[in-house]
């Protein structure tokens, strides 16, 4: 497997060299993951935001708490995906 090769970061973790045919499409891909994991979660935030106003009748509010709740969320998400190796601490909750 002379194609996949790795290089060791200053924590030791093993991660793959980026420099071969596919590395535009893989940063591609990984980039539209990124908006795609922030997009989703304002939308969804937005929308239980909106349904729980028209529930509550408490216009604008709830729609703004989770709307900003959803942001939260999205940057969480990405910032997950960027650093795979800090997972299992948010997992544990610490």
Known sequence: MASEKSSRDETGS????????????AGMSFGMRMASELV???MVGAGL???????????????????????AA???????????????RFKAGQ
Request: glycine residues 10%; proline residues 8%; negative net charge.
């Open 74 to 88: 999205g940057f969480r998400n990405m910032y997950r995906a960027v650093n795979p190796d800090n997972s299992e």
């Open 49 to 71: 935001g909106y349904l729980l106003d028209s529930w509550l009748e408490t216009q604008p509010w709830m729609t703004v708490v989770f709307l900003f709740l959803g942001v």
């Open 40 to 42: 989703s979660a304002v």
């Open 14 to 25: 093993s991660k793959p060299d980026h420099t071969g045919p596919g590395a535009a499409a």
